[in-house]
């Protein structure tokens, strides 16, 4: 079962939701080991439809320096 499951993320930016979730350092992690696939996981678990999570992701990685990583 997903522990983040019935949280309420709607107002929060991206990484509002992450922090909420106790899951911003493994996303910070998985961005800097450029893992593309653990980072739209992550995404997903906080209530990021895949087509968003997808486009975030691809936007951190084509450019990791302007999301400080």
Do not use: W
């Not at 350092?25 to 995404?43: C, G, N, V, Y």
């Amino acid at each position: 079962m997903n522990p983040h499951q019935g949280a309420d993320y709607s107002g929060m930016t991206l990484n509002e939701r992450l922090f909420a979730a106790g899951i911003l350092e493994q996303f910070d992690t998985a961005a800097r080991r450029r893992d593309r696939a653990r980072m739209i996981s992550l995404l997903l678990t906080v209530d990021v439809g895949q087509s968003k999570a997808e486009c975030t992701v691809e936007a951190i990685l084509a450019n990791p320096s302007f999301y400080g990583y």
